[in-house]
């Protein structure tokens, strides 16, 4: 393309040297850019700044009041850029939800959840596969996998409802690490239900199942995850949403410190309640996983609406 | 589709800041103040375009093809190395080519009456006649 000539290569007009070193307005503008989305600011900031102390300078030059007039229409600029940047950002993601694309990393979440849900499911048809510390790396596993289609679908869900998203992904990721750990350090532990310890224990575990019902209620709330989808990959994941919604309370009423698998009259019943709810929120996880980990290619079956 | 394909009736409807930041980088390559100076130059001085307004368009006209991002960067002795150049691609100067034929009809069909003495006496008198 053709190139201005030696003199006007970068422009003819300004009378530019080195930037001066940031003040006190510099400064003070510098921090105000956090109004901006995350992404454009790390882009944009430094420039932005610059062209900033350009504007101060030339107002210092021609007269004093030209610096108040200068800060009043930066801020002006910087109230409706800002607003409109964040929403055409929230409008770029809800068209990008129109296809279904897993990145590598989505899919290798997906394939951490099957295999997290299907290990939980397991012993439902291989009894004594998985005894002592395997037991201990079947049920990290299984934890980890709720926490990794909470990250995998994050950036859809809150491209369409943030604050919906973060409480849904913080939930399963919070609760998944948790009841890791308490895991771990529990290793040799006979009851790890029992006793002061044990409380904490038998929360991180009732926060597990619950955080998975409370994913799947906020993923059908939102309904952003599967949009893109084929129509099969779209129906497979609302009903794995739905299964988690049922499952994680059930599987939450047969922590053994609150003793209601004892009870005389109803014990056989909740602990049926509890087994049922326990495969359901194994099944949940890996079908949600299945989804991420070989969905994309059916093509956008469900419309935007945003 | 990329850039490269696109048409220039295929993209989208510019904004007005966007028209006037593509017309102000024209054949240079500039970076942001060097853009904000020429906008005020070519507007006569009623536009003054603030940092923001100048950059969220910028981030637009990248994603649309119709600006780039010069690799050079200039000497540290006469300029900061932080500031980016801008020029247009291919695909911007056909934009810019078009919006300003578009213009230039407008104008051409405004002129006739907007410059009389009375524009509005004298549409009628047309209307009329």
Redesign the interface.
């Known amino acids: 393309?053709?190139?201005?000539q030696a003199p006007?290569?970068?422009?003819?007009?300004?009378d530019?040297?080195?930037?001066p070193r940031l003040g006190l307005s510099e400064r003070i503008y510098a921090g105000l850019l956090l109004a901006?989305p995350g992404q454009?600011r790390k882009?944009?900031a430094?420039?932005?700044?610059?062209?900033?102390g350009?504007?101060l300078r030339d107002a210092r030059a021609a007269n004093g009041a030209g610096v108040t007039a200068t800060w009043i229409?930066?801020l002006?600029?910087?109230v409706?850029?800002?607003v409109?940047?964040h929403l055409?950002k929230d409008r770029d993601m809800a068209q990008s939800l129109a296809t279904f694309e897993p990145t590598r990393s989505m899919r290798g979440l997906g394939l951490l959840a099957v295999v997290g849900g299907c290990l939980l499911i397991g012993v439902f048809f291989w009894t004594g596969l998985f005894a002592g510390p395997d037991n201990t790396v079947r049920l990290v596993l299984f934890a980890l996998s709720g926490a990794a289609v909470g990250l995998a679908f994050h950036r859809r869900q809150s491209a369409v409802a943030p604050r919906l998203a973060l409480v849904a992904t913080a939930a399963v990721v919070v609760a998944g690490l948790w009841y890791s750990t308490s895991n771990i350090l529990a290793l040799n532990a006979p009851r790890p239900w029992a006793g002061a310890g044990g409380l904490v224990y038998s929360l991180s575990s009732m926060s597990l199942w619950l955080s998975a019902a409370l994913f799947g209620a906020i993923a059908l709330r939102i309904d952003a995850a599967w949009r893109g989808m084929s129509r099969w990959f779209t129906a497979t994941a609302r009903m794995a949403a739905l299964i988690l919604v049922i499952g994680g309370p059930l599987a939450a009423l047969g922590d053994d410190r609150w003793g209601l698998t004892d009870d005389a009259t109803y014990g056989t019943l909740i602990s049926q309640a509890a087994l049922l709810g326990v495969f359901l929120t194994g099944a949940g996880w890996a079908l949600l996983g299945a989804v991420l980990a070989l969905g994309g290619r059916g093509g956008g079956g469900s419309r935007v609406k945003a | 589709m990329t850039a490269t394909t696109k048409q220039p009736d295929q993209t989208p409807p510019l904004s007005r800041v966007a028209v006037y930041i593509l017309l102000a980088i024209g054949p240079e390559e500039r970076h942001g103040y060097a853009i904000m100076h020429e906008v005020r130059r070519i507007t006569g001085g009623a536009v003054k375009l603030g940092p923001g307004a100048i950059y969220t368009t910028i981030k637009r006209l990248l994603a649309d093809g119709l600006i780039e991002e010069s690799d050079e960067r200039p000497d540290s002795d006469l300029d900061d190395q932080r500031r980016r150049y801008y020029r247009l691609t291919a695909l911007g100067r056909s934009v810019a080519a078009a919006e300003v034929r578009r213009l230039d009809a407008m104008v051409a069909s405004a002129r006739p009456w907007a410059l009389t003495p009375d524009p509005f006496r004298a549409l009628l008198d047309r209307s009329r006649a």
């Not at chain 1, 530019?16 to 930037?19: H, R």
């Open positions: 393309m053709g190139v201005a006007g290569r970068f422009g003819t007009d300004p530019f040297g080195a930037a901006y454009f882009r944009y430094d420039e932005m700044v610059l062209l900033f350009d504007q229409r930066t002006l600029d910087l409706s850029s800002a409109g940047e055409r």
